[in-house]
């Protein structure tokens, strides 16, 4: 298992289209993705889920990625907040 | 008794979803935005409002509104999850022009006023006022169909009918 953190840079938070490129990449993977901030803890592979954490910008959140692809999913997920989660 | 013999046994459940507004019935694929036009939020249809108003298309509840007010999701009582998001990039309104009428936890009709939005405000900031409906855990649906007609009007019309999987099929 691999657990690292990551910031929410997106202006408005977690909102539909950064949660749907997170819920869309966590969904391709053989791993399960959680994702925490604070006590709450969601399924990465629901946009529901992902949504109702109500992640806004600057929070920072926990990702733990479990399974036969943890590398290539976790340096994939720390990637799109680094980048395309800014949106 | 054939038929309801069979629908018991596979325990499926049709659920209509009603126009949660009135307005021009848009495919999602013509959607601006890829994350909505290419299904990756979920499967579903858009509707181009004419009128700022957003209603329950099912019976349901709340289950997360935007902080900006700007969509909404909503769980049926049968299980489905919808998202309306009304507009296209409109997070960036940061809640100018949306005021909601109902709080995340709360039980809702279909037909109940969810949201009244100002489509003068959306389309002035430059965004599309395409409103993408969704079905956000499509692993419980097993059919769906889109009405033919291309016009809708909130609560009154159905926009889509759905067949939901039972828990054990």
Same mark, same amino acid.
């Given at each position: 298992?691999? #657990?690292?953190?990551?910031?929410?840079?997106?202006?408005?938070?977690?909102?539909?289209?950064?949660? %749907?490129?997170l819920?869309?990449?966590?969904?391709?993977?053989?791993?399960?993705v959680?994702?925490?901030k604070?006590? &709450?803890?969601v399924?990465?592979r629901?946009?529901?889920?992902?949504?109702?954490?109500? %992640?806004? #910008?600057? =929070?920072?959140?926990?990702? #733990?990625? =479990?399974? %036969? =692809?943890?590398?290539?999913?976790?340096?994939?997920? &720390?990637?799109?907040? =680094?980048?395309?989660? &800014?949106v | 008794?054939?038929?309801? $013999?069979?629908?018991?046994?596979?325990?499926?459940?049709?659920?209509?979803?009603? /126009?949660?507004?009135?307005?021009?019935?848009?495919?999602l694929?013509?959607?601006p935005?890829?994350?909505?036009?290419?299904?990756?939020?979920?499967?579903?249809?858009?509707?181009?409002?004419?009128?700022?108003?957003?209603v329950?298309?099912?019976?349901?509840k709340?289950?997360?509104?935007?902080?900006?007010?700007?969509?909404?999701?909503?769980?049926?009582?049968?299980?489905l999850?919808?998202?309306?998001?009304?507009?296209?990039d409109?997070?960036?309104?940061?809640?100018?022009?949306?005021?909601?009428?109902?709080?995340?936890?709360?039980?809702? +009709?279909?037909?109940?006023? $969810?949201?009244?939005?100002q489509?003068e405000?959306?389309?002035?900031?430059?965004c599309?006022?395409?409103?993408?409906v969704?079905?956000?855990n499509?692993?419980?649906?097993?059919? +769906?169909?889109?009405?033919?007609?291309?016009?809708v009007? /909130?609560?009154?019309?159905?926009?889509?009918?759905?067949?939901?999987k039972?828990?054990?099929?």
């Amino acid at each position: 298992m691999i #657990q690292f953190q990551v910031t929410v840079t997106a202006e408005g938070g977690l909102h539909a289209r950064p949660a %749907a490129l997170l819920v869309s990449r966590a969904s391709q993977s053989r791993s399960t993705v959680t994702l925490a901030k604070g006590d &709450k803890q969601v399924d990465g592979r629901s946009i529901l889920s992902v949504m109702t954490l109500g %992640a806004a #910008q600057g =929070d920072v959140l926990t990702v #733990q990625v =479990d399974g %036969a =692809d943890e590398e290539e999913v976790a340096a994939a997920i &720390k990637e799109l907040f =680094d980048k395309e989660c &800014k949106v | 008794m054939l038929r309801s $013999l069979f629908s018991r046994k596979k325990k499926q459940q049709e659920v209509t979803i009603l /126009a949660p507004l009135t307005g021009v019935v848009v495919p999602l694929s013509e959607v601006p935005d890829p994350v909505f036009a290419q299904q990756v939020v979920g499967d579903g249809v858009a509707i181009d409002p004419i009128e700022g108003v957003l209603v329950s298309p099912v019976d349901g509840k709340v289950t997360h509104l935007f902080p900006t007010h700007h969509a909404i999701a909503l769980t049926s009582d049968s299980g489905l999850e919808i998202l309306m998001h009304i507009g296209i990039d409109t997070v960036k309104l940061k809640g100018k022009g949306f005021t909601p009428f109902v709080a995340v936890g709360d039980q809702v +009709k279909a037909g109940d006023k $969810l949201i009244e939005f100002q489509l003068e405000t959306i389309r002035q900031a430059g965004c599309a006022t395409v409103t993408p409906v969704v079905i956000t855990n499509g692993d419980v649906v097993a059919e +769906k169909q889109v009405v033919a007609s291309p016009n809708v009007h /909130a609560g009154q019309e159905p926009l889509m009918n759905v067949v939901v999987k039972g828990g054990t099929a």
